[in-house]
């Protein structure tokens, strides 16, 4: 029975890290979108 606890925990925490990665990736995407427009604007 504890394996499969951990198992399914392991399980999950990839899901979940899996999830934070795509999150990560949208945030640093709309952080260069905004250096981007800032630049243009005169504002670094």
Known sequence: MT???TDA????A???QAHL???DDAIS???DKL???EAARGQV
């Open 35 to 37: 250096q981007t427009l």
């Open 29 to 31: 995407t709309l952080l």
């Open 21 to 23: 990665k795509v999150q």
């Open 9 to 12: 925990t392991f399980h999950e």
């Open 3 to 5: 394996y499969k606890d």
């Open 14 to 16: 990839e899901q979940i």
